[in-house]
């Protein structure tokens, strides 16, 4: 079995830590962007449009990226965990073939 499928706490960490890089890697990735972009809240929306419309270009581009940011970081969390999952069931399915493997040549060596 993976270590953080009984340590919690590392489970945690390992998500952030995925979703993160995840988060980061999509900020640059225009397609991502314009998708996270047609996810954005009604609220989102009206901060983004009263920040273009103050015509200060710095807080325009703060108020996207917050937004961007948070919908892209729900997106990343999400294919973080499946992400994992799908590393531990790789990680027991490696394990269980070593054990397989081990006991064959056990049963070899002392047959």
């Known amino acids: 079995m993976h270590r953080s499928e009984h ?8 998500l952030e830590a995925m979703a ?6 999509w900020a640059t990735d225009p ?10 809240a009604d609220d989102e929306y009206d901060a983004i449009t009263a920040a273009y419309c103050s ?4 807080a325009h581009f703060q108020a ?3 937004a961007i940011r948070r919908v892209l970081a729900e ?13 531990q069931r790789e990680d027991r399915r490696r394990h269980e073939e070593d ?11 002392f047959a």
């Open 64 to 66: 996207t990226d917050k």
């Open 7 to 14: 340590d919690h706490d590392l489970h945690a960490i390992a």
């Open 20 to 25: 993160r890089s995840l988060v980061d890697q």
């Open 55 to 58: 015509g200060d270009p710095i």
């Open 31 to 40: 397609f991502k962007s314009g998708e996270a972009g047609m996810c954005l």
């Open 99 to 109: 054990r397989a493997a081990d006991r064959a040549e056990f049963r070899r060596a």
């Open 75 to 87: 997106l990343a969390e999400r294919e973080a965990e499946q992400e994992l999952k799908c590393r």
